[in-house]
């Protein structure tokens, strides 16, 4: 069965939820506007009903007394005989019947001694004496002598009343004068206006909308070609980009949507030239290996022999240069997991780690006294590529040596070797992906392993360091290590488990 909220549920575009939240608002506004302003009114114009009623009542005892009247309240004493020299109370209340005449919505009558007897003599909407029950009402509830004020709802109609008794002395006669307001008839002007009033404010909320609808159009319109043109961006057509149009939080997204797109154009195109170099990285010993293979004279053991070492000799390179190209995707896709290390622990180890390597003597030249927020094992291996390449490329039995250094900004994990150095041209080509040294001397090599270590030191948002001559290079590794000590000394555990303080 569909449920009733089902509407809720479905999708509702952007435009329609900010009008729909527009409209609520607007109309929630003026109808609490409308309510509020209904009560007041309502309140205010049955105030001005009960100040008239009181006011019919002073005239009424002026008119029995023959003074001007003073004050407005319904507390005052009952008419009584003054100077006016009325005869009777029947005489007093024709006179006040006679004198006090109602206005709109207005209505009065005289009772002696329990009975409707006087009218005004003007035309009235409603008249009092055709409701018994409500005249006797008055003359109870007056019995006492007190002045009263009260509501009667019948059907006749909703009245709003006040009833005074009038007396002259002498007079035997009990007369009551009342005046009334028909309430229904007052408050229906009041109802008519705010009618009209929910009428018009019905009209705006249609303007409103109308308007809301066009203005939202608008202002989302550069978000529905953000997406449109986003969507006519693909891998094959990345070159596209968003016009920026205005100063605002929309061209800000799409600024930001340029800026991810640049990136990942970067990413892609990078990507791209990854497979171009290993096609071609792997093309020189497969055509190697090939070609042997080809000439290979099956009935001559040597020659089977030679090949199959030539062979195995290119499959192991070619594995190498998977294992180097796998290593570097790892280090420039992933961030390092850093923890707060001490830099002279990992010199001391990195140093124990390289100096078996054959062929060299290695020295340990300086250690740095500093921790650093670093990924041990990503700087460990970059660290030992640097040394490895100083063994591969300086002569035998020459010294290499190893060393941490800090200036309290950075630290600097460093390796000098004595061998022929980087000619000055190719100091930013061997950092480049299968970058060598044109024949790199007959050494074998991908060319992939600065790349890594300039990768790990990236990645730890530092650097790189060369310095070199023909009689030596001193490649570095540098990472901040300052801000760590403010910020991360907080948050990084140390590598045995606890969190420096
Ligand atoms: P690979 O050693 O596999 O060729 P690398 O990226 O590690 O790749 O090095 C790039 C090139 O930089 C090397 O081919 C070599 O010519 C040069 N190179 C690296 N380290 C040294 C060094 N310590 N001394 C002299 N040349 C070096």
Redesign the pocket.
Known sequence: MASPLRFLKTRWSVRSRILASMLLVAALGMASANAVAFIIQRERTLADVDDRLVSRVDAARSVVTGEVPTTSTTDAAPATPGTAGFATTSAALEAVLARVLPSTNESSLGIIDGKARYVPGIEIGFHLEDDPAFVDRVVAEVADGSVRLGTSVSASGQWRYIATPIAVTGSPEEGIYVAAVDIGAELRDLEDAFTTYMLVALAALVAIGLVGWFVAGRLLRPIRQLRAAASRITASDRKERIPVVGQDDVSELTATINDMLDRLDTALTGQRQLLDDVRHELKTPITIVRGHLELLDSRNVSDVESTRALAIDELDRMAGLVD?IESLAETQGAHPVRVLVDVDDLTAEVFAKASVIPGHEWALAEVARVTAPLDPSRITQAWL??A???A???DTGTIIEIGSATDGIEVEFW?A?R????PLD?RA???ER?????G??G???????????AAIAKAHGGRVSLV?SPS??R?GIVVPVAHAEASIHDTLPLPNGTVAQ
């Open positions: 180097d590529q640097l490895d390449n100083a591969k490329y300086s390796v070797d061998g022929p150095g980087i190719a080509r061997i950092f299968f970058g060598r040294v044109d790199s001397r050494i074998r090599g991908s060319g992939l392993g600065l790349p890594i270590v070199s030596g290079s490649f």
